[in-house]
Nanobody, 122 residues
Framework: QVELVESGGGLVQAGGSLRLSCAASGRTFSSYAMGWFRQAPGKEREFVAAISWSGSITYYADSVKGRFTISRDNAKNTMYLQMNSLKHDDTAVYYC???????????????WGQGTQVTVSS
């Protein structure tokens, strides 16, 4: 089992940057693939990015490709999401999640954090 806690959200102007962190408890963090999802008001939770257990494979949603970068530091039990060139449409609650294998589907993820709010003012 792994517990996940997101941090780093906040209010930023369009065009700005934020870095989200996802801290994991437990000694098995490095055995999980990890992902970021987001949910805007009135919308379904959607895939943002995912990273394999080693960090060698990454997936991105088309809407964030080229602007967001997912990474992880297994020694620190932490995953990151660097978000650049933020747009108003990126406003959402961002969730980190853990899965047994890298995936884009919500249903593949077993453990979830509580989320952190990102608000981009236009």
């Amino acid at each position: 089992q792994v517990e996940l806690v997101e941090s780093g959200g906040g209010l930023v102007q369009a065009g700005g940057s934020l870095r989200l962190s996802c801290a994991a408890s437990g000694r098995t963090f490095s055995s999980y693939a990890m992902g970021w999802f987001r949910q805007a008001p009135g919308k379904e939770r959607e895939f943002v990015a995912a990273i394999s257990w080693s960090g060698s494979i990454t997936y991105y949603a088309d809407s964030v490709k080229g602007r967001f970068t997912i990474s992880r530091d297994n020694a620190k039990n932490t995953m990151y999401l660097q978000m650049n060139s933020l747009k108003h449409d990126d406003t959402a609650v961002y969730y980190c999640a853990a899965a047994y294998g890298i995936a884009r589907l919500r249903s593949e993820y077993r453990y979830w954090g509580q989320g952190t709010q990102v608000t981009v003012s236009s």
